[in-house]
């Protein structure tokens, strides 16, 4: 197998400063924005993007994280039952712009579990979604409104996003 | 820690490892985080059907099994033993093979014979969980006692845990002393010579008829009901004497550790083996303990419905 790098921690940021700016020209007189990452990476992507965007807009953003094991729709499919963890949304999502986070989009499928999951905890006024890498083969009519990087790949592909936090350091690598 | 979850059933706690109890524990967590939202419902059980195969009466645990399978999305049915054809005379195994027919997914059984779940998860491609056999296990209150006691404290390793009250008859206890002492608890027994035999020093835990002494360095004390439906003949006087010898009355109390936490399974008998005023009080964690039964019980299904091999 074979790992190629497409992006480092410079482009990574670059990537994610550029998204922030794009958030604010979106929502311009937005005070009720609010990020949600989806755990395990777009978790953390949530936390940096929050970070930069309370520089751009000099306040804090709410911020929550997302566990969408519960909402997958292949529990029956899967050789063993996922790990769960808790969801964490301390604020209010009724009438918020939520963007929500995640570090790859491929089939879609967990951005859905995720829509499911946030209406459980209300009725934001709008959702809209940040990606970190666009890597094409939807399996559903989902589409990123902020994207760090497009990156065109074959199916067997494997797309590896790896983060300082968790990781021990920043990249995203396309295997085969 | 990497532990994948196997089993299509839960029987019991005796053949689980301290991997899979910790698995389930914390699976709970994020199932008690659902009970919290606006909307306490995940689909992650959606279209599966489950069966409450109560041949032995309950309340709490049929309810708490019934609304955690509702939260998770599953569809219920609940049997019990009067209502069902066991009074006709049919057996368990045609019972149960019926309910397999109607394409049962998970088939929660209470029986009054020990035994009787691991019985039917032979027969059965259904997931069988063990929600009381007998005087042999209650997994899942050993679960949600453990849950309680580790967001509590912190911790179950290295704490002291007297289980106080009627052990012979129960399978609360021995559930408890077997999840206990895997996760590394001093468990102590205590109660009338009659209740608790000294054969329960086989399990790993320590036997004394010194209540007293039981209760002083306890950080938890686990209060047990007196089974009455379950003795053959009354074991000890009178209820009078119990709660003078073994009750956990205002006194006892006040020499307990002043952060010893009090549980009780349900249903309490107040005045009997608890104080009313204690059942009450601010380190009473007993209803709780209902709560996070709850979550526990949504762990269980969900684990026990992911990735089935087909076994049968």
Redesign the interface.
Known sequence: MSATVIMDSTTIDRALTRMAHEIVERNPQEDSLALVGIRTHGAQLAQRLGSKLSAILGRDLPTGELDISMHRDDLALRSTPPRVGPSRIAFDVNDKTIVLVDDVLFTGRTIRAALDEIADFGRPRRIQLAILVDRGHRELPIRPDFIGKNVPTALGERIGVRLAEVDGKDEVVVEK | MNT???RKDLLGIQDLSVDEIN?LL??A??????GE???K?????RGKTLVNLFIEPSTRTRTSFELAAKR?SADVINITATASSLVKGETLKDTALNLQALNADIIVIRHSAAGAPYFLSKLLKASVVNAGDGAHEHPTQALLDAFTIREKKGRIAGLNVTILGDILYSRVARSNIWLLTKLGARVTLSGPATLVPRMFEEFGCRVTYDVEEAIRDADVINLLRIQHERQRKTMFPSTGEYAALFGLSKERFARLKPDALIMHPGPINRGVEIDSDIADCGRSVILEQVTNGLAVRM?VL??C?????GEP
Do not use: I, N, Y
Not at chain 2, 41 to 45: G, Q
Not at chain 2, 305 to 309: F, H, K, M, R, V
């Open positions: 994948t979850w196997q698995l914390d699976s967590t994020a199932f008690k985080e659902v939202r606006a909307v419902k995940v689909p992650s059980l998770l762990a969900f684990l419905s992911g990735g089935q091999t």
